[in-house]
């Protein structure tokens, strides 16, 4: 089973509004970590926002804010305000506490394209 | 502060060469992990270092092999190349080796296998 599932591969979203990517994932594990990157074309991995599975707040950094739902094991990105620049891929990424060293698990990915 | 640092960006190699990929992490990071990203995929965990000891390994052939040295840098080896090792190969930083730490990707290297 896919421990990292991002089913939008794709999304058009008008400048200024505010776009959610989903993300649901899937571990035993009671001690897990969620990670928002955002890669643009040159490559650069981009880090938005962290998510513990033990926080109680959702986190928010900017107008980047994550929709923790954990007995829906979803923790979807909602970024506000689009702008030009937001165009991209975004990766959900999960780190168990069981993994070996610092792995994370990445999801597919979804493109966003931001329209003026 | 420099971010994570890889080298070289961009580089051709033929079937069977080696490779050497390099990677500094944020300063003060003991942690430099390696994923592979291949074409339209999220990215794959190669090896994470953490004091300069293999801490994790993905699920790659021992052609793939990596050291951490004294002053955290590290570089990740890749021998008798094919074709499907043509990828962008990045490298991640984190403060220490377990949970709770952010991760920071560097700018990555592109690998082109002809």
């Known amino acids: 089973a896919q421990k990292i599932t991002q089913t939008q591969p794709g999304m058009f979203v008008q400048e200024k509004e505010a776009v959610t990517l989903d993300c649901t994932y899937d571990t035993s594990d009671q001690s897990y970590g969620l990670f928002w990157y955002k890669q643009p074309s040159s490559g650069e991995m981009i880090f938005l926002i962290y998510q513990g599975s033990y926080d109680e707040q959702n986190a928010t950094e900017g107008r980047y804010s994550l929709n923790f739902q954990k007995a829906r094991k979803s923790a979807n990105l909602v970024i506000s305000a689009s702008q030009l620049g937001d165009s991209a891929m975004y990766f959900c990424a999960m780190r168990e506490a069981q993994a070996a060293g610092n792995k994370l698990t990445f999801g597919g990915g979804t493109r966003v394209l931001v329209k003026p | 502060d420099a971010g994570v640092t890889q080298s070289p960006t961009h580089l051709i190699k033929t079937r069977g060469q080696h490779v050497t990929l390099r990677c500094s992490p944020i300063s003060g990071h003991k942690s430099v992990s390696w994923y592979q990203q291949v074409l339209g995929q999220g990215p794959q965990f190669i090896f994470q270092y953490y004091e300069k000891e293999e801490r994790g390994r993905g699920n790659f052939p021992d052609r793939f092999s990596a050291r951490q040295f004294p002053n955290y840098s590290s570089e990740l080896n890749v021998n008798a190349l094919l074709l499907g090792d043509s990828a962008l190969y990045l490298c991640?930083?984190?403060?220490?080796?377990?949970?709770?730490?952010?991760?920071?990707f560097g700018e990555g290297s592109w690998l082109t296998v002809v």
């Open positions: 991640a930083s984190s403060l220490l080796g377990g949970s709770g730490n952010t991760i920071y």
